[in-house]
């Protein structure tokens, strides 16, 4: 049974920094692309960022300079490590095994200005 599971979300003011975690098992994480996808209220569910396999990370242009993804496969882990954080960040975060049905159920971010 495959399970991600988020933490590491939090109210912060703008400016701010988090980290969130995505732990998986149930696949062989090491085979597969990761990545974070955001869902603000009213919004629909957008990607944040993505890391193949093989460590290449690509970030939406919202993130660039701000957010960073990285993958430690010894603990079958990704993160996301946001810094800069602004009132428009405020979401749930998401992982996802990249292209698969595997979701986690998110860790809120929220943002005060």
């Known amino acids: 049974q495959v399970q991600l599971v988020e933490s590491g979300g939090g109210l912060v003011q703008a400016g701010g920094s988090l980290r969130l975690s995505c732990a998986a098992s149930g696949i062989i994480f090491s085979r597969n692309g990761m990545a974070w996808f955001r869902q603000g209220p009213g919004k629909q569910r957008e990607l944040v960022a993505v890391?193949?396999?093989?460590?290449?990370?690509n970030y939406a242009d919202f993130v660039k300079g701000r957010f960073t993804i990285s993958r430690d496969n010894a603990v079958n882990t990704v993160y996301l490590e946001l810094n800069s954080l602004k009132p428009e960040d405020t979401a749930a975060y998401l992982c996802?095994?990249?292209?698969?049905?595997?979701w986690g159920r998110g860790t809120q971010v929220t943002v005060s200005s």
């Open positions: 996802n095994a990249f292209g698969s049905k595997y």
């Open positions: 890391i193949s396999a093989g460590g290449v990370a």
